[in-house]
């Protein structure tokens, strides 16, 4: 496998979000709702207006996973009040999604480090997120690294409210640090 590079994405990286944040969200879900529902989110969701309101507030990150220079993933977090469910002392994974063609290929889970590392450093003591309870990829994902479930969220795609897990890890285990 090519060496995985993570990038912090700033706003000249807007269009490069757009198109990775629509192509991996549109692989991912859209086999499993209707076209109306997908086109309204990320007509929504992705609109340079929103990343661009994103992007500049200061309790929110992205960084993109490159492989030999190319944008195949990314990940969004979240502290403080930019947070879709307030919680203290904790950070949230809003987003990590990876094109399919690179899936177990060791991207999420650099995309994944890069969440706890930085979980690390702001010294939080939980990291969380909520994640689609039928998507079961993710949830293995997520379990696999510790997380449990600790409550659910409705989340809205398009006019159907479908039903987000929310889960946490606490951050009380060294051995998760990347020794550099």
């Given at each position: 496998m090519e060496q995985i590079t993570i990038k912090r994405v700033n706003i000249t990286?807007?269009?490069?979000?757009?198109?990775?944040?629509?192509?991996?969200?549109?692989?991912?879900?859209?086999?499993?709702?209707?076209?109306?529902?997908?086109?309204?989110?990320?007509?929504?969701?992705?609109?340079?207006?929103?990343?661009?309101?994103?992007?500049?507030?200061s309790d929110s990150q992205f960084y993109f996973a490159l492989v030999n220079g190319n944008v195949v993933g990314y990940l969004k977090i979240n502290f403080g009040e930019a947070q879709n469910e307030k919680m203290d002392n904790a950070l949230e994974i809003e987003r990590i999604y990876v094109l399919k063609t690179f899936h177990g290929k060791g991207v999420a889970q650099s995309l994944y480090q890069k969440a706890i590392d930085i979980a690390y450093e702001i010294r939080v003591e939980n990291i969380w997120l909520g994640v689609w309870e039928q998507n079961y990829r993710a949830l293995r994902f997520y379990e696999k690294n510790g997380f449990t479930a600790f409550g659910k969220h409705s989340f809205w795609l398009g006019n159907d409210e479908q039903t987000d897990l929310l889960m946490k890890k606490e951050l009380t285990n060294t051995n998760e640090l990347k020794v550099s």
């Open positions: 990286g807007i269009k490069k979000l757009q198109e990775i944040g629509i192509s991996t969200f549109f692989e991912a879900f859209s086999e499993v709702n209707t076209e109306q529902n997908m086109s309204n989110y990320l007509e929504n969701s992705f609109s340079e207006q929103k990343l661009k309101s994103e992007l500049n507030n």
